[in-house]
């Protein structure tokens, strides 16, 4: 019962990290989308670039984020953001990546061939065709990805906690660094609770965003 | 415009293109290149006319298709020239081009995302026509294809089935009423009842509207039915370009002879009608008003099978022999009715299978009002079939 009362006790440094903790993810996700989607829709058009751009966003998924920190750490001291929310943020960008880009270049794709064929032959042009059929059915599928990059980057942000980015990782790195098991549980219950929230929300979406005619 | 001299168009005081609306001119299309290139279409050369049905009739693999998408340019012309009213189409831009052609496909294609109406709006809306003529134009195409505006307006193309989403698929090609409709199999995923259903829909629905259409299809009976003119390809080239009579009586070669089947005669059937071959002045007629004994003795006189009954000009029923035996009193109340009727505009097919199915030999044929206006015998049906026969074997 100890968790509890240290969360009573610490409610209000919970709430903040809690915060923190978000608002690093949702910007880092906001500029993956930004990035990720039109990139995810412009490697359609090029089947070599896309294994390139997806090989290249693995590679990085495959990198764990602690050692990313450490190599970003020298680069960007140049700048003087060594550490901190900078680093923070480019590594969650980086890791979100993958899941949207992979998951735009994977729906557009897969639209049904006969679609993009009589959309063309009704005399549509390449930007209306994405716009009135290949963004609208892929849309779900983009959705889904933002929801798999956005669990995961949750999870990562913990550890930004490291480099001084703040956020609930702060609780259990120092209850580890001091022993204090409360911490550390509070820490983890926390990330995971925020964590489960957000797919939920995530989830829910995903079923709006769904044009009327494709709901199952 | 080479195919004719100035003068000829001077005398009809009409332009030519008037009544030529796509010209395939020495079309020929290579896909790959090298040891693996494909000739697809191999100088193709014919015309449609404006308002004509052309079939593009061919095993799979044989170019019909590939020939339809160079049309709207889906594909690229390796050689040759295709005209549109005369302009050659690889000058023109690919999506305005488009967008003056309806497009059908096979696999339908309405888009999932969007309502019944959204899917019709589609090429109005690029058309930047304003919201309240699309919403018209709509209600109106919907009723055209017989699916009530009311019901089906707002609903995603899920909820109809696939007779229903193509009835839409034809209304979304016709929403901009371009003058060509380009249709690639466009009845080839639906169920065999509701394809001759919606064949003959689209057959009242052209006698009206008059476009001019190309129609790919690897079925033969779809092609006789839908036709003015059949083009038949063999391997990338076209075979022969006729109408479906002369495709079916005089074959150009045995590709084209074993394609329209063995049974080409029968297929004939399907394809004239019952005003071409019935007897306009049939003998075996009485009135109503003529009595039993004196029936049986015309009968017996001429050894009729049965003599048909008729009030003025309407047809009461049949008599023969067995029915006037032992009988007094006049043929009004001993008529017995035929068990169908056959109108002039009916295919011979038809009258052929009713007289199988009833054993009678001849049937009263009814205009269109329903009156009396000749009859229909076996005899009458071979002999259309056999000039039809002799009429191409002359020519």
Redesign the interface.
């Known amino acids: 019962m100890n968790l509890f009362v240290f969360l009573q006790e610490n409610y209000s440094t919970a709430l903040y990290l809690t915060w923190e903790h978000l608002w690093m993810v949702g910007l880092s996700l906001l500029i993956a989308i930004c990035t990720g989607v039109p990139t995810g829709i412009f490697i359609t058009r090029n089947k070599q670039l896309a294994q390139k751009v997806i090989g290249g966003a693995n590679v990085i998924m495959t990198i764990p984020s602690i050692a990313l920190f450490g190599l970003m750490l020298p680069l960007l001291a140049v700048f003087g953001h060594g550490l901190g929310k900078v680093p923070a943020i480019i590594a969650l960008v980086l890791y979100a990546e993958l899941p949207i880009v992979r998951n735009t270049y994977v729906a557009i794709k897969n639209v ?1 061939p ?2 993009v ?9 390449k930007w ?1 065709l994405l716009r ?2 290949e963004i ?2 892929a849309v779900p599928v983009i959705i889904a990805g933002l929801r798999t990059a956005v669990v995961m980057i949750i999870g990562i942000a913990a550890i930004a906690a490291y480099v001084g980015a703040g956020g609930l990782g702060v609780f259990i790195q120092q209850g580890i660094a001091r022993s204090h098991e409360s911490m550390v549980l509070a820490g983890a219950l926390c990330v995971s609770l925020l964590a489960v929230a957000v797919d939920l929300a995530m989830g829910f979406l995903e079923r709006r965003v769904t ?4 709901k199952p | 415009m080479e195919l004719f001299p100035l003068p000829f168009e001077k005398v009809l005081n009409r332009p030519f293109y008037e009544f030529v609306m796509i010209e395939y001119d020495s079309v020929t299309k290579v896909f790959g290149a090298g040891k693996t290139a494909v000739t697809a279409t191999d100088n193709v050369t014919f015309t449609i006319e404006r308002g004509e049905t052309a079939v593009f009739l061919g095993p799979s693999g044989c170019g019909k298709t590939t020939l339809l998408r160079m049309t709207n340019r889906l594909e690229s012309i390796t050689r040759g020239n295709i005209r549109i009213r005369g302009r050659e189409i690889r000058e023109m831009n690919a999506q305005e081009l488009r967008l003056g052609m309806g497009y059908v496909i096979q696999q339908i294609g309405l888009f999932p995302n969007k309502t019944i109406a959204g899917n019709i709006a589609v090429v109005p809306r690029m058309l930047k026509w304003d919201k309240k003529k699309i919403d018209a134009r709509i209600d109106e195409l919907l009723s055209l294809v017989k699916l009530e505006p009311g019901v089906y307006r707002n609903r995603y193309p899920v909820e109809l089935s696939g007779g229903q989403q193509q009835r839409v698929g034809v209304a979304r090609a016709l929403a901009a009423d371009p003058d060509i409709l380009l249709m690639d199999e466009p009845f080839g995923a639906i169920d065999p009842i509701n394809r001759d259903q919606i064949q003959d829909e689209f057959l009242r629905l052209q006698a009206q509207l008059r476009k001019t259409i190309a129609f790919v299809s690897h079925d033969i009976h779809e092609a006789i039915k839908m036709a003015d003119k059949i083009a038949i390809f063999r391997e990338g080239r076209l075979v022969q370009f006729d109408t479906p009579e002369i495709i079916l009586m005089r074959p150009a070669d045995t590709f084209v002879s074993d394609f329209v089947g063995a049974d080409r005669a029968l297929k004939a059937l399907g394809l004239l009608r019952v005003k071409d071959a019935m007897n306009r002045e049939p003998r075996n007629l009485a009135r109503a008003d003529m009595t039993a004994t004196e029936t049986l003795k015309f009968i017996e006189d001429n050894n009729f099978a049965h003599v048909i009954v008729l009030r003025g000009n309407r047809v009461l029923g049949f008599v023969s022999r067995k029915h006037l035996k032992f009988e007094r009193g006049n043929l009004e109340a001993l008529a017995v009715k035929f068990p169908e009727e056959l109108g002039i505009r009916e295919p011979l097919r038809d009258a052929l299978s009713a007289m199988l199915l009833h054993d009678l030999a001849s049937f009263p044929v009814l205009d269109d009002n329903g009156g009396f206006a000749g009859t229909i015998s076996y005899k009458n049906i071979q002999k259309s079939i056999l000039e039809l026969y002799s009429e191409y074997q002359d020519e």
Do not use: H, I, R, W
């Open positions: 049904d006969a679609l064929d009589a959309g063309k032959g009704m005399g549509m042009s209306q009135e059929v609208p059915m044009p009327g005619g494709m």
